[in-house]
């Protein structure tokens, strides 16, 4: 059911009684004030309450578990393997870290620009609250859009396709398409069950793997450093190629100044990075969020940086740049077979799996609650289901929506192209939201907007912003460019399929929006407004009403 036609029928739906006051329409009727009409406009149109009146009962999230939601996010499986991808593209162990360091500026300056959005607008969301903050015309079509993107795109897939061939590796099973997928499967049911239905078990779950993470890379760059000054016991094996990267001609030897090199490197960089906004999407869980959010996020990218460095400088200790680049296998693994022998390679195999693991649970906890955030908004079909805690005080339908999407998406990629398709499917949008988040918060600085009153208790610089806003230009125009001969992405797919994809669910939003919330009420002679309601569990959510189009004109225009 996507509106009812009366508040009081939206009320008695839910099985609840409301006040006066909670089934005031949002979209207050215009005051006679003196207030000019620009202003009048910005503020009644598509109006809301963002800062979240949940119950403190709700609240469940502290400072580390905000730290391990973001941690997790951002470090999966690529720093096991990335680092071989860069040093192609870069051409010099200089150059990977110079490619390294950028990167984390991009971090730096998103994480900025998403604490702002944090702190000004403190509720769960994410994207989708700020969003619908700046871009409020035409009223609900910002929500619709993002809506069928979360629901369609199935951010876990990638993952669960790494993490099954990482166990099938690690117990020594042919890793065939069927076989992954059928670990990767499994994985993902379980992580649904430990999220939907065992709330303290899976945060628990999720922050041991954290550290569990935590702890292994910090162990892989404290033996790379006892490598690099000799410490006895921590030499690499005299049968393997000895590395010697750290002298300033070699490194910066064969360094690629080439612009096609330099933007592969980076995006790939980038997209390690990406992950900063995780705990911006449960904020409606978090105790005291504007002080949490405010030191989580720069807190989990700060260690985030530090991995990624000093991880990169333990595999060059150990390795030879010839081993990264033609060693047939991930940096990781010739690293523990240089200190510690061949025999720990599947161990190694074991870890990724973990670490993909921590990852996968990380996405699916923030993902259900964007879904019920969805849901509690009123956009989607049957949206008191999806806006439900119920019955393990979880968003369970968000959940298993973002589960259904994911397993369909790893059954049918094709078999060759399937990781890096879903890889690219999943993450151009997130540089599209990206790109309209940062720009949006440029436009909030301007006098054109100085009527939404943006005052955040912290505030990103100005510079910090536009750099986030051009990298993400980046992101979105590169993939457009064709690719340099044998350079192709996709075995069996035109370079462009991901993107194709991505901008053609956007069109669907733009369509579900233009036939639920325009053509049929139009035709219909009716407006939709939205009214709020209190769910049984305390929670309040936005429901449609039909109001008769000779009945509102004391209401702003949608």
């Not at 440029?442 to 009527?451: E, I, R, S």
């Amino acid at each position: 059911m996507l509106y009812d036609s009366a508040a009081s029928s939206s009320t008695a739906y839910l099985g609840t009684s409301c006040s006066t006051s909670e089934i005031e329409p949002l979209l207050r009727p215009q005051s006679r004030s003196t207030t000019s009409q620009s202003e009048q406009d910005i503020e009644n149109v598509n109006s809301k309450q963002f800062v979240d009146d949940v119950p403190d009962s709700k609240r469940q999230l502290g400072l580390l578990s905000a730290i391990s939601l973001i941690f997790n996010r951002v470090i999966g499986g690529g720093v096991f393997m990335v680092p071989s991808i860069i040093l192609t593209s870069s051409g010099s162990v200089g150059m990977t870290f110079v490619m390294w360091i950028l990167g984390a500026l991009v971090a730096t300056a998103g994480t900025a620009v998403y604490v702002e959005f944090g702190t000004g607008l403190p509720r769960s969301g994410g994207e989708k609250v700020y969003m619908e903050y700046v871009y409020r015309r035409p009223a609900y079509m910002t929500t619709c859009v993002y809506a069928v993107y979360v629901l369609l795109i199935g951010r876990m897939s990638a993952t669960s396709v790494a993490f099954g061939e990482y166990v099938l590796h690690a117990l020594a099973f042919e890793r065939t398409p069927t076989n992954v997928r059928i670990v990767a499967f499994l994985c993902i049911t379980s992580c649904v069950i430990v999220h939907g239905a065992f709330l303290n078990f899976g945060l628990r779950l999720q922050n041991v793997l954290g550290a569990f993470k935590l702890v292994v890379l910090v162990l892989v760059s404290g033996s790379g450093f006892l490598c690099l000054i000799g410490a006895p016991g921590f030499a690499v094996g005299k049968e393997y190629d000895q590395p010697n990267n750290y002298t300033w001609q070699t490194f910066w030897e064969g360094s690629n100044f080439g612009a096609n090199a330099f933007v592969v490197g980076m995006y790939n960089v980038i997209w390690c990075y990406s992950g900063y906004s995780n705990a911006n999407y449960v904020l409606s869980e978090v105790r005291d969020p504007i002080k949490t959010i405010k030191l989580a996020a720069p807190l989990a990218m700060c260690i985030v940086a530090f991995v990624y460095a000093s991880t990169n400088m333990a595999y060059f200790a150990v390795v030879s740049k010839a081993d990264i680049l033609h060693g047939g296998t991930i940096p990781a693994a010739l690293f523990f077979r240089n200190l510690f022998g061949p025999a720990t390679e599947r161990a190694l195999s074991a870890v990724v799996a973990l670490s993909s693991l921590g990852s996968i649970l990380s996405v699916l906890f923030a993902q259900g609650r964007v879904v019920q955030e969805l849901g509690r908004e009123g956009v989607l079909p049957w949206s008191s289901f999806f806006a439900s805690n119920k019955p393990f005080n979880t968003p369970l339908f968000g959940i298993f929506t973002q589960y259904v999407m994911s397993v369909l998406l790893m059954v049918l990629a094709p078999p060759g192209d399937a990781y890096l398709f879903i890889v690219n499917y999943s993450s151009y949008p997130h540089a599209l939201f990206n790109l309209l988040i940062s720009g949006g918060l440029l436009l909030l600085y301007t006098d054109a907007f100085k009527a939404y009153k943006w005052d955040p208790p912290f505030r990103a610089y100005k510079f910090a912003v536009v750099f986030f806003f051009l990298s993400n230009v980046f992101l979105v125009v590169v993939p457009m460019v064709p690719p340099s001969a044998g350079d192709k992405p996709y075995e069996y797919l035109p370079y462009y399929s991901h993107i194709v994809i991505a901008l053609f669910i956007g069109l669907l939003g733009v369509l579900y929006w233009f036939i639920f919330f325009w053509w049929i009420p139009q035709r219909n002679g009716y407006t939709l407004k939205q009214v709020t309601v209190i769910q049984d569990d305390g929670i309040p959510r936005n429901v449609f009403t039909r109001v008769p189009l000779g009945v509102v004109s004391d209401y702003a225009s949608p």
